[in-house]
């Protein structure tokens, strides 16, 4: 039997425990406004609202190739708003970190094959925005670039236009040109023009070179113990941030008026890719040595290990690359138009490349020439040993 004292001393907690099972106003449906309904430009009723990680939004987007580099940046986007997203997957282990980027149930995983016409149409018939980020930097003995950037473009935009998916984007690369010496540039040429025949709204995106954390630009020249080229490091491009791309390509999903249009994507500086390994040496206070074989001689070195070997470190299509400097259509529209201002490379370095320093110099900022020049002064007994 419960002492009188004891019941004194537990009623105020059963108070509370009813008064935090009653109904309150955060526990109530969201009300919809008719402002939060969209007609899209097929005509059909969408919820667009602010969102939010754990909001309900009314747009399924399809993102082909999302296990890339670009691909987490605007699967993360798209989820932490209240999209669905779907991402067809061929390697399982491969999709793994995508599930994180959104709520529960945010995030759909398909398994597809580009090759595979039944796949490609399940992974978007229930979706109206359809993102191609599909691509390969060489080829292997399963695909080659015509199979990845013509073939598979043609496959994912044939079905869109079956089931009349509301928007269709299709990331291209810059300098793609269907008359480029290099197979890379004339596929995704290709890719762009069959693209529009089949899916006339077709929005192209054509991304500089991007840097971010997993890229093979600042990375290649921080990391590598010797940096191989052809060219002497002359090759010119517009670097620009992966997470800006990301945010153009979600902007795009809120635009209408973008379905039809050309984006050219790239950084606000012109740099060489010496300026980029001159940057890269700044940062991580260390010169990876750099070896210049001529491109007659590299070329057939390149294919030979390219079949040799089960991984790929260099192929011919990726040497002839380093004598293209990158071109930009003065006619498309660019990061000005979706009122985006793109980061500065060289403002973003210092976190990118901490972790390739010695630990001697770990969380020290980068060194003034004058304090180069006062260290070369002194021996110090880690170096002389």
Known sequence: MLS?????????????????????????????????????????????????????????????GATGFLGRYIVNRLARSGCTVVVPYR????????????????????????????????????????????????ETKNFSFHDVHVEGTARIAEACAKYDVDRFVQVSSFNADINSPSAFFRTKGEGERIAR?????????????????????????????????????????????????????????????TAGQTYELYGPTQYTMRDIYELAAREVLKRHPVVNIPKVLRKPMAQILSKAL??????????????IDQHIDPSART?????????????????YLQGFRSNVYYDL????????????????????Q
């Open 91 to 138: 390697d399982e282990p491969a999709k793994r970190h995508l599930k994180v980027s959104g709520d529960l149930g945010r995030v759909v995983f398909i398994e597809s094959d580009l090759r595979n016409t039944l796949s490609i149409e399940e992974s978007v018939r229930h979706s109206d925005m359809v993102y191609n980020l599909i691509g390969r930097d060489f």
């Open 197 to 257: 025949e089949i899916f006339p709204e077709t929005t192209i995106v054509r991304p500089a070179p991007m840097f971010g954390w997993e890229d093979r630009l600042l990375n290649r020249f921080a990391g590598e113990s010797t940096i191989y080229a052809s060219n002497n490091l002359r090759e010119s491009s517009f670097p620009v941030h992966a997470i800006d791309v990301g945010a153009a390509l979600e902007l795009m999903l809120q635009d209408d008026t």
């Open 310 to 323: 089960w991984f790929v470190e260099t192929s011919p299509d990726m040497i002839e690359r380093e004598f």
């Open 335 to 351: 990061f000005k138009d979706l009122g985006i201002e793109p980061v500065e490379m060289k403002a973003c370095t210092y976190e």
């Open 365 to 384: 900022p980068a060194m003034t020439e004058r304090e180069k020049r006062e260290e070369k002064k002194y021996l110090h007994v880690l170096d002389d």
């Open 4 to 64: 009188p004292s004891f019941c004194a001393r537990a009623a105020p907690t059963s108070r509370l425990l009813t008064q935090s099972l009653r109904p309150t106003s955060f526990l109530k449906p969201q009300q919809r406004n008719l402002q939060d309904i969209a007609i899209t430009r097929t005509g059909k009723p969408i919820i667009r609202i602010s969102g939010g990680r754990s909001s309900l939004g009314g747009h399924t987007c399809t993102v082909f």
